[in-house]
T-cell receptor, first 116, second 114 residues
Framework: AQSVTQLGSHVSVSEGALVLLRCNYSSSVPPYLFWYVQYPNQGLQLLLKYTTGATLVKGINGFEAEFKKSETSFHLTKPSAHMSDAAEYFC??????????????FGSGTQLTVLP | GAVVSQHPSRVICKSGTSVKIECRSLDFQATTMFWYRQFPKQSLMLMAT?????????EQGVEKDKFLINHASLTLSTLTVTSAHPEDSSFYIC??????????FGPGTRLLVL
């Protein structure tokens, strides 16, 4: 069974500082990995995803993440935080890679606060 | 592109009544749709997976007779909460997936059962 661990339920950074949100997973098969962002009372917006190919993936709003298979990690980073980045961030992995195993398992989420 | 809508965005109902929530993919055909439930300050929990024209597959612990899911077309899935009770109050989010691995999420429906 898959599991996703997001270290740090709350992360605070100053505006302009580096953002690092951690995500580790466990899976019996190499999964596909995703980061989603959720603003209050809204659904989830896809930030970026890793399926195959280059392990450093770039997403929207200046975010990027690197898939490290040896560390079973998929940490999310952004060089310079903006006030508008304040939101809840979820890491998710698929249960498999075939069509019938696309269900997502979500981490518990990390609330990012950006301080002025 | 890849826009998913949900209706209604908020609903308040009396205990014992049924509530229907619609999920639509507006600009793509969704071969698979998913329904999630999210409690305050918590993560999303998958309730069921539905493929167009097939019966939904429910996650362990989810009552299929209470949460009726219909995926009658490639752009519409509905979740009906039957005989709703206060403990069913939650934020329900759907997602839709074309024949790829990515899920696109709706804005969610907040259900309050009095």
């Amino acid at each position: 069974a898959q599991s996703v661990t997001q270290l740090g339920s709350h992360v605070s950074v100053s505006e302009g500082a580096l953002v690092l949100l951690r995500c580790n997973y466990s899976s019996s098969v190499p999964p596909y990995l995703f980061w989603y962002v959720q603003y209050p009372n809204q659904g989830l917006q896809l930030l970026l995803k890793y399926t195959t190919g280059a392990t450093l993936v770039k997403g929207i709003n200046g975010f990027e993440a690197e898939f490290k298979k040896s560390e079973t990690s998929f940490h999310l980073t952004k060089p310079s935080a903006h006030m508008s980045d304040a939101a809840e961030y979820f890491c998710a992995v698929t249960r498999g890679t075939s069509g019938s195993a696309r269900q997502l398992t979500f981490g518990s989420g990390t609330q990012l606060t950006v301080l002025p | 592109g890849a826009v998913v809508s949900q209706h209604p965005s908020r609903v308040i109902c009396k205990s014992g009544t049924s509530v229907k929530i619609e999920c639509r993919s507006l600009d793509f055909q969704a071969t698979t749709m998913f329904w999630y439930r999210q409690f305050p300050k918590q993560s999303l929990m998958l309730m069921a997976t539905s493929n167009e024209g097939s019966k939904a597959t429910y996650e362990q612990g989810v009552e299929k007779d209470k949460f009726l899911i219909n995926h009658a077309s490639l752009t519409l899935s509905t979740l009906t909460v039957t005989s709703a009770h206060p403990e069913d109050s939650s934020f329900y989010i759907c997602s839709a997936s074309p024949p790829t691995v990515t899920q696109y999420f709706g804005p969610g429906t907040r259900l309050l059962v009095l």
